[in-house]
């Protein structure tokens, strides 16, 4: 069973960095493509970010502020967040995708990341 255990979350104030990390375990092979999502209160739960051993991918709310990244042989993603803004704030979950025919089927149980102003 793949599980996924984010961390790194916090409060900070806008303009600050933070970098989550999620440590997936219980799967045999590398996760084909790891992800960051986020939901903040009373919005839908929004893509951030995602990465394959080939490209990354991001939301153009984020983009050239916050990268992600893979390490621990793939094992590990990172999401680094930099300039951060106060609309920034929310649970950002990682996921996991096994296959490139699949979708997101796995889940962190998430970490708040708060920016005050």
């Known amino acids: 069973q793949v599980q996924l255990v984010e961390s790194g979350g916090g409060l900070v104030q806008a303009g600050d960095s933070l970098k989550l990390s999620c440590e997936s375990s219980g799967y045999g092979s590398v996760i084909y493509r790891m992800g960051w999502f986020r939901r903040a209160p009373e919005k839908e739960r929004e893509f951030v970010a995602a990465?394959?051993?080939?490209?990354?991918e991001y939301a153009e709310s984020v983009k050239g502020r916050f990268t992600i990244s893979r390490g621990n042989a793939d094992k590990t993603v990172f999401l680094e967040m930099n300039r951060l803004k106060v609309e920034d704030t929310a649970v950002y979950y990682c996921?996991?995708?096994?296959?490139?025919?699949?979708?997101?089927?796995?889940w962190g149980q998430g970490t708040q990341v708060t920016v005050s102003s």
């Open positions: 990465i394959t051993r080939r490209d990354a």
């Open positions: 996921a996991g995708q096994l296959d490139p025919f699949g979708t997101f089927r796995y």
